[in-house]
């Protein structure tokens, strides 16, 4: 009819203004370009910026599709994402963070058209088979959709998954004013993996002992930074912090007071693992031989070398001495230390150690240089003979890393085995050690001891490290052929200068800038871009118990309570700086005071109440007798008295 074909027309026009209005509303922007604290970036991410998710807490859940893939991985993740989608994150900055850093248009704040809401959060784990400790080769990427009705989070895996719901809080706001959390610029959608797949921070706790709670609290960081690999380095020249059975006084005489405060025990190790595992980090111990052995000599002086006259190094005498590689006793030794690595630690991989042997401590020992000469052998060939018998020792039990002067010293050895080499010094060996066909680590740069961790640059600002440390690239200079075995690298602690109390500061957020770098694409290298939401991470991460500290002038409402923890836990608080557990309890304490005084008084006034008294009252007063009423009275009482002498008759 004619009226339909002229409402055709309109229908259509309406159909296509809508949909320009559509294509308009989703925006489809980067999520670079707005103002979210995301670390590390994702590998894709994008915002449609038409709504703003609420979300509440009694009304969330979550709904795990393959219950095949149900774990106690999978469980803890999902326990700890209940705490931290609804922690409240106070974070305020005027201007942007390190300015001078800064080249181009800093993010803005997402937008969005419309309030919208969730309540279910939906986990779809592809791989049947719940894989519960996580390996080299297990996959790390996820999916994450965020829209009107629910939110759709997917992995191949579990490990996907724990690292899916942290990307998931990173975009998570609260509204002060309606109190509500929510999300803005949603529909969102992520796609995310890691680019290399070891991921390290080194944690030595030989130097200075640390201990577990703390060990515990910063594997917790290392997840949320999305590292995955925990080597602990547990003995060397100052200390040998680790109890062995059947070697006890490995421990007692070399660890620093022979106690258990300065001793992991094996239920110590286990818990650690343990905790570790269920963030997704691989522990892997190092077996630190054939050099910095001096606090193994403390209980085996036969063992290690003396070395009176250190040679010309910085490391001092202590860190120069060996073990004697010429005594079947020394390996006696190190086959129990290693069968006991072996039972306690179940990631496929060990450290062997082999860095900074000081031949000179050799050839100083007249029973070593006699030695040698009797074989036909000098001085390096140690290194070897050493080599040998260790990996006789170890078998096929474990994959190896090593660093790099061991590769430097047997290379012959180490592609054998098919070692990996840990390069911390310098790019030649990296290069050196890829060509030879073996797979590296990369360290160098990544070394949180040091004022200059990159080489020949100073920053004023000592924090400002981070931003050289962000801007190493793995990869520079590696022929694509040679590419794939770079497996990552790792970020070292060695704590000659920091403890217990003072590690957290000093791995981070300077760590961050390397876990991104491993993590994110290649091209995610804006320092200045990178600045502004390592800031509201950092605030994140501090909010969520992990005292660290800015990297420029901004407010983060967690340190005010991490100051008034650390000055209340130094035992210098007083009623101005009391923690907030103490002000509640002191709260709880006067609460149940005053109830106890008004019951006490309630009491009181109960005993002494005038209106509950019974009182003996004087007899009422008669009125005044006329007299003849008296004398009425006398002759009565003379009558009774007549009469009493004839009763008793």
């Keep these: 009819s004619p009226g339909v074909v002229i409402m055709a027309p309109s229908l259509a026009l309406l159909l296509l203004l809508g949909g320009c209005i559509a294509v308009g509303a989703a925006r489809n922007t980067s999520c670079s370009e707005l103002n979210f604290p995301l670390w590390p970036m994702p590998f894709s991410c994008v915002c449609e910026e038409r709504q703003s998710l609420i979300f509440k807490s009694w009304?969330?859940?979550?709904?795990?599709?393959?219950e095949d893939s149900r774990s106690d991985v999978l469980q803890a993740a999902l326990d700890r994402a209940q705490k931290v989608l609804f922690t409240n994150v106070v974070h305020k900055t005027r201007g942007s963070i390190e300015p001078h850093l800064v080249n181009g248009t800093l993010p803005r704040e997402p937008m969005w058209m419309e309030e919208g809401s969730f309540s279910t959060i939906k986990i779809v784990v592809l791989d049947g088979q719940a894989e519960t400790r996580k390996t080299l080769q297990s996959y790390e990427g996820f999916s994450l959709i965020i829209e009107q009705g629910g939110v759709v989070l997917s992995a191949q895996s579990v490990w996907g998954i724990v690292y899916g719901l942290?990307?998931?809080?990173?975009?998570v706001r609260f509204d002060s004013v309606g109190r509500n959390f929510f999300i803005p610029g949603a529909p969102i959608r992520v796609q995310d993996q890691p680019r290399f797949p070891w991921r390290g921070l080194l944690l030595d706790t030989s130097n200075h002992f640390l201990t577990v709670p703390k060990l515990l609290n910063l594997i917790d960081s290392m997840r949320s930074n999305r590292l995955n690999v925990l080597h602990w380095h547990m003995m060397d020249s100052y200390s040998f912090s680790m109890d062995v059975p059947g070697l006890p006084d490995l421990a007692a005489k070399g660890?620093?007071?022979?106690?258990?405060d300065t001793i992991y025990s094996v239920e110590q190790v286990r818990q650690v693992v343990e905790h570790a595992r269920l963030q997704g980090v691989r522990v892997v111990p190092e077996l630190e031989v054939p050099g910095h052995a001096y606090s193994w000599g403390l209980a085996f002086p036969d063992i290690t070398v003396a070395c009176p006259n250190a040679p010309g190094t910085d490391i001092g005498p202590i860190n120069s001495v060996p073990l004697n590689p010429t005594l079947d006793h020394t390996y006696d030794v190190v086959k129990q230390i290693t069968a006991h690595l072996l039972n306690v630690f179940p990631d496929a991989f060990l450290h062997i150690g082999g860095d900074e042997v000081q031949e000179e401590c050799w050839a100083n020992d007249p029973e070593i240089v006699a030695w040698t000469k009797q074989r036909g052998l000098n001085l390096s060939s140690l290194h070897g003979v050493f080599a040998k018998r260790f990996f006789d020792i170890l078998g096929d039990a474990r994959d190896t890393v090593a660093w790099e002067e061991a590769f430097e010293h047997v290379?012959?050895?180490?592609?054998?085995h098919a070692t990996i080499v840990e390069v911390w010094s310098e790019g030649e060996l990296f290069q050196k050690a890829l060509k030879a066909g073996l797979r590296t680590i990369m360290a160098e740069t990544w070394y949180l001891d040091r004022q200059m961790p990159v080489e020949d640059e100073a920053t004023y600002f000592w924090g400002d490290t981070w931003a050289q440390m962000y801007l190493v690239e793995p990869l520079q200079n590696v022929s694509k052929a040679l590419q794939a075995s770079v497996l990552g690298g790792e970020a070292n602690m060695w704590t000659e200068q920091v403890s217990d109390l003072s590690i957290t500061q000093r791995i981070w957020p300077r760590a961050c800038a390397m876990a991104e770098r491993l993590w994110s694409p290649a091209q995610v290298r804006d320092a200045g871009l990178a600045a502004q939401r390592l800031a509201g991470h950092r605030c994140r991460l501090a909010t969520l118990g992990l005292p660290i500290g800015p990297i420029w002038s901004d407010f983060c409402g967690a340190d005010l309570r991490s100051a008034s923890d650390s000055d209340s836990s130094t035992g210098n608080s007083s009623d101005s700086n009391l923690s907030t557990g103490n002000i509640v309890a002191l709260c709880f304490m006067a609460f149940f005071l005053g109830v106890l005084l008004v019951l006490l008084t309630l009491a009181w006034f109960a005993r002494h109440d005038p209106s509950r008294q019974v009182v003996s009252l004087p007899p009422p007063l008669r009125p005044s007798a006329s007299v003849n009423d008296a004398a009425a009275d006398r002759s009565i009482a003379s009558s009774a008295q007549r009469?009493?002498?004839?009763?008793q008759q």
């Design 643 to 647: 009469q009493q002498p004839q009763q």
């Design 59 to 66: 009304e969330l859940s979550f709904h795990v599709l393959n």
């Design 255 to 260: 660890s620093w007071t022979g106690t258990v």
């Design 411 to 416: 290379p012959d050895i180490l592609i054998q």
């Design 166 to 171: 942290d990307c998931l809080a990173q975009f």
